[in-house]
């Protein structure tokens, strides 16, 4: 039950204890309504969706019965991977959607809110699900709906997904008011998650931040999904509190691929650091539940290139709200009914100025329902106000509207400050701040400032520390919270990726600063291309491209600081490390590997240990064991013989004593004097060819073969019926099957209904497509509904059934058992069995 699970502590995050206590009284089990069992009705159901290959896509289905209910969970199935059937029948699993998700959401008819029933995506998958050749089952979920705020009259289910098939066959529900907090369940619930999260080794740390705790509604309307498609899909990134998150884009080839990227521009690059100096402004205290990052990536980068054109900390702050309510735009209208274009506003700001906050300040939006701010509440006199004088768009580069080249992205933020960027598949907008080479792949890491607030981000996240030629080293302190490490590619970024072009045009009077602090002869006057008139004479005409470091001068044609001095500024070392293994029960012995560390320029001193923030031991390899259950975070020091120092931080997962650590789904399956083995079938391809007896079972049944011959196979939700037969009777929950003196097979899918009598072929149709069964044909079939008969007619319609090839190869998103066909040889007049054919589904 819930209320076993209960936080003992007084309100604040949940302790490692707390999570582990959470995670082992479930015992993988989902959370359910925290009702007496007499009290939860159920009514069958019979709704599904298929999309289509690598695409997205929904469905509403409206519920007649139940209604006034106070609590809902499902039952059913899904599945996220594809795989394809040659005319051989061999199976090939297809290239996975990193993107694929199955979503499952109730809709209040009254009112239009949303409330999350279930989700999971690819991505959350464990190996074993991974793996699994059988559908994945739902059984009694609820996220939000175990316990509803209030009565809900009449509602409707939508079923979403990507790369995904998903089915319910059973809704549970409860008509009395359900005793709990929604709010602790759902923090209960996120802590379930952000332990997953961080079991599944991400290269970034899960945890508790700003954003984790919303509702799905409340997440979705940070993002504010485009209506085109609807697709909302965040990857874990409300939990993101450091390390760095990978993020690909829907609908790309290309972002399927992992390979490093090649770039002839300067390796490391940030506007947090430069010039010794942090030039960005302070992470603001977070949009709120509105749509509104597109406001607040626009005016944080109109703030820091402010700064940086001027070449002093102005440090404005800029009115989001002034953005919202008065740009006179489609989607800028004072309320959070809908997200926007970061490009339209910095379009606006052309002739418009945007006033400080203390004359606009932003509206406490705590949902997408309060009230309209209107324009006229902005004041008439504001102490600030800036304009500026276009923007720099990242797609148009070419002409032809597509996005550029890493090169090209960081030359604008280099020539151009800190830009806004939006990141497709997030549907999101934020601040892109500069820019890192990951030393293990080669590829670029992007730094990017975010509108969540101070209690998100990278804190538990990288050691940051200058880089060989962007000043001094930083041996204490971590990345302002607030900032994300981000690894995408490039047509992963939106048209909403541009840069601010100046010069920037403020209410005050003001000129640019041209300094020469470190006394070398070249001066620092900011982003202009030309040296301003408020130079001295004595500054060259080349600008610095560290004014905190002599021995730097100006830049070479690929942004690389050119070396004056006698010698190159010492290079940082890396750290990282292995842990093994990264979990099992306590008392947990692992070794701490720090072999992949170096040091580019000379050798690694010493390795520091330390756990949940203590120290614990130096060297390397390193053991260490665990005593008590938790995800405590483990940190590396690495000190090279310059003293520069670097950072890496991990989890490991440490179970109770008594924890089971697997999640296994429940199948039984006895045979007696058998000549073949039990198979799992849905979701794969079973192949049976001169046999005598095939027993097929599906989770959570149970099957027995006794002295058989031939074989009757069905799923849940449907009837077969086979006559004048022989031997097998198969029983899956929901079935009813009859076999009597066969020497004939039927198998049949869910939702359809196949009869066979005395036949020695077997044909069947499922949604309009007709197979018959030969010596050389083989199908691969998504079924939903169809009426079957020996004849091999049958109407509907046909999803995802596409011809790939001239051998009449089949492809199929294979994810369920919602239908799954397999096709078995007959016997015909004592003849020994002979192959006809497989479906695969």
């Not at 409707?156 to 059973?170: C, F, T």
């Not at 390390?243 to 609908?251: I, Q, V």
């Not at 170096?598 to 130096?618: A, L, N, R």
């Not at 008594?658 to 199948?667: G, K, N």
Request: a negative charge; charged letters at 20%.
């Amino acid at each position: 039950m819930i209320n076993d699970l209960g936080h003992t502590g007084e309100g604040g995050p949940l302790t490692d204890t707390d999570t582990v206590r959470i995670v082992i009284n479930v015992s993988n089990y989902p959370f359910s309504i925290p009702a007496p069992p007499d009290e939860i009705k159920t009514e069958q159901a019979d709704i599904s969706l298929q999309t289509g290959l690598y695409e997205y896509d929904s469905e509403v289905f409206p519920i007649d019965t139940p209604q006034n209910i106070y609590g809902l969970s499902i039952t059913g199935e899904f599945g996220l991977r594809a795989s394809i059937t040659d005319g051989s029948g061999n199976v090939t699993y297809l290239e996975d959607d990193p993107n694929a998700f199955v979503r499952i959401v109730l809709i209040d008819d009254s009112n239009d809110r949303e409330y999350l029933v279930f989700q999971k995506s690819l991505r959350d998958l464990s190996d074993e699900e991974y793996n699994s050749s059988s559908p994945l089952k739902i059984e009694s979920v609820c996220e939000e709906t175990c316990i509803l705020p209030e009565v809900i009259s009449s509602f409707s289910l939508k079923l979403e997904g990507r790369n995904a098939a998903v089915s319910i066959s059973e809704i549970a529900y409860v008509e009395k008011p359900v005793p709990g907090d929604p709010v602790e369940l759902r923090r209960k619930q996120n802590a379930k998650k952000i332990w997953e999260l961080n079991r599944q080794d991400l290269g970034w740390i899960a945890g508790e931040t700003s954003v984790s705790n919303l509702t799905y509604e409340e997440k979705k309307r940070l993002v504010n999904p485009s209506e085109t498609d609807g697709e909302f899909n965040l990857h874990g990134f409300e939990y993101y509190r450091g390390g760095t998150f990978e993020t690909e884009l829907k609908n790309s080839s290309e972002s399927r691929s992992h390979t490093s990227r090649q770039s002839s521009l300067v390796d490391n690059f940030d506007w947090r650091n430069r010039h010794g100096e942090d030039w960005t402004t302070l992470v603001r205290e977070g949009q709120g539940k509105c749509g509104s990052c597109y406001t607040f990536s626009t005016a944080g980068a109109v703030e820091a290139v402010a700064n940086v054109y001027f070449n002093q900390h102005l440090d404005l702050d800029l009115a989001e709200q002034d953005l919202l309510s008065c740009a006179n735009i489609a989607s800028a209208d004072g309320t959070c009914n809908s997200g926007g274009y970061a490009l339209t506003l910095l379009e606006y700001l052309i002739d418009n100025s945007i006033s400080d906050e203390a004359c606009f300040p932003y509206a406490e939006y705590s949902n997408k329902y309060d009230a309209y701010q209107p324009c006229s509440n902005k004041c008439s006199n504001p102490s600030e106000s800036v304009r500026i004088s276009g923007r720099i768009a990242f797609y148009s580069r070419d002409g032809y509207g597509s996005p550029q080249t890493e090169d090209i992205l960081k030359e604008m933020i280099i020539e151009n400050g800190p830009i806004t960027a939006s990141i497709s598949s997030l549907g999101h907008a934020m601040n892109l701040v500069g820019f890192k080479k990951d030393p293990n792949d080669g590829r670029t890491i992007w730094i990017f400032k975010n509108s969540w607030g101070k209690g998100w981000g990278a804190e538990a996240g990288l050691k940051q520390y200058g880089g060989s030629q962007w000043g001094e080293y930083w041996e204490q302190g971590y990345a302002e919270n607030g900032y994300a490490y981000i690894k995408l590619n490039m047509d992963n970024f939106s048209m909403n990726t541009n840069a601010v072009k100046h010069p920037i045009i403020t209410s005050k009077s003001r000129q640019i600063q041209c300094v020469d602090n470190d006394e070398d002869g070249y001066c620092n006057w900011g982003i202009s291309e030309e040296k301003p008139e408020t130079c001295p004479d004595s500054c060259k005409p080349e600008k610095d491209c560290d004014d905190s470091d002599d021995r730097l001068g100006p830049f070479d044609d690929n942004y690389e600081c050119i070396v004056i001095g006698n010698e190159a500024p010492p290079e940082p070392p890396h750290a990282a490390f292995i842990i093994t293994p990264r979990e099992g029960k306590a008392p947990l012995t692992v070794e701490l590997d720090a072999e992949d560390s170096f040091d580019p320029d000379g050798s690694i001193e010493s390795y520091e240990w330390s756990v949940k923030g203590q120290s614990v031991g130096s060297g390397n390899p390193f053991v260490y064991t665990f005593s008590e259950p938790g995800q405590p975070e483990i940190t590396l020091t690495v000190t090279d013989n310059e003293g520069l120092k670097a950072i890496a931080k991990d989890t490991v997962t440490v179970f109770s004593a008594d924890t089971t650590t697997t999640t296994s789904t429940s199948t039984t399956s006895t045979t007696s004097s058998t000549s073949t083995t039990s198979t799992t079938v849905p979701n794969t391809t079973t192949t049976v060819q001169s046999t005598t007896t095939t027993s097929t079972t599906v989770p959570t049944t149970t099957t027995t073969v006794q002295n058989t011959t031939t074989t009757s196979t069905t799923v849940p939700n449907t009837t077969t019926t086979v006559q004048n037969t022989s031997t097998t009777s198969t029983t899956v929950p929901n079935t009813t099957t009859t076999v009597q003196n066969t020497t004939t097979t039927s198998t049949t899918a869910p939702n359809t209904t196949t009869t066979v009598q005395n036949t020695t072929t077997t044909s069947t149709t499922v949604q309009s497509t007709t197979t018959t069964v030969q010596e050389t044909t083989t199908t691969t079939i998504m079924s939903r509904r169809s009426d079957v008969n020996s004849n091999g007619g049958g109407e509907g319609d046909t999803n995802c059934f596409i011809s790939t090839a001239a051998d009449n190869s089949k492809i199929n998103i294979s994810y369920l058992g919602i239908g799954f066909v397999i096709a078995l040889i007959l016997m015909v007049t004592g003849r020994a069995l002979r192959k006809s054919g497989i479906w695969n589904l």
